[in-house]
């Protein structure tokens, strides 16, 4: 018994530390290949959500930058697993008459392995000044399919009485998943989580409406200083949002106006 104990206990370490580096390595592949650069250009330390100036202007500018055409460089995909333990027994997992979902999936009151998720990305270029970030993603624990962050772009660039604009439209399907710095809530600290451990039950709204809603919002950058953005959201339909794997869905009165003001230096 003690030889199996450790045997766990080594698996979840294992399992952890994949977790940790798969979930944080947010570097797409496919932007690496379409650049040519190395994901350190991008991404601080080389991993994490958290973007270096070149980052933000190549999300800034759409996703278009790089020289390399082949549509398979576009590609890229990531699978998470975890081991959760908790200090109590949750008498919830595995409870149909709390969580259906979960008791259809066999989880025990305590000491779960998982596969969390499996994700396929398109990044990159999709045509000229146009390109976008796609998430598909397979929830292992609500067994169930969905269109993740998601942030198609358009941009371009002028000067224009002897000021730079880089200026755009994002049509995105998460509140702050287009956010230029990477820090607000979709791509916010902490970036892993058991999705079989209790979390934090309050927060502001704009961090629970994950993907059930769609938008649109116009920015732009003036001499790589100022940034201003605005636009609105609504929900999708309550049978879209059953269709991508939601069992609570949500529902707006009218459309959610959405604006941002950041000043860098």
């Not at 690496?32 to 601080?44: S, V, W």
């Not at 397979?138 to 000021?163: C, K």
């Amino acid at each position: 018994m003690q030889t199996l104990r450790t045997g766990l206990y080594l698996l979840a370490a294992i399992l952890l530390l994949g977790v940790f580096f798969s979930r944080s390595a947010q570097a797409l592949p496919s932007f690496a290949r379409q650049t040519g650069m190395a994901c350190a250009m991008c991404h601080t330390q080389a991993f994490g959500p958290n973007l270096t100036s070149y980052g933000r202007q190549f999300k800034l500018n759409g996703y278009t930058w790089g020289s390399n055409d082949s549509i398979l460089s576009r590609f890229g995909g990531m699978a998470m697993g975890s081991f959760t333990n908790t200090k109590k027994d949750n008498p919830e997992l595995g409870n149909r008459e709390v969580d259906p979902a979960l008791a259809n999936r066999h989880f025990n009151a305590n000491n779960n392995l998982a596969m969390d998720e499996a994700s396929a990305f398109f990044g990159g270029r999709v045509f000229k000044n146009m390109g976008a970030f796609v998430q598909l993603t397979y929830d292992g624990v609500g067994s169930a399919f969905a269109l993740d962050n998601t942030d198609i772009r358009i941009a371009d660039e002028q000067d224009w009485l002897g000021q730079n604009f880089v200026y755009g439209v994002s049509f995105n399907n998460n509140p702050t998943v287009q956010d230029l710095w990477n820090t607000t809530p979709v791509w916010g600290f902490p970036y892993v989580g058991s999705p079989l451990a209790n979390g934090p039950s309050a927060g502001p709204a704009i961090s629970a409406f994950e993907t059930q809603l769609g938008g649109a919002t116009l920015y732009s950058m003036i001499n790589d200083m100022l940034f201003l953005e605005a636009g609105a959201y609504t929900n999708f339909a309550r049978y879209a949002q059953k269709g991508m794997g939601y069992r609570d869905t949500i529902k707006l009165d009218g459309a959610a106006p959405y604006w941002r003001i950041a000043l860098q230096k």
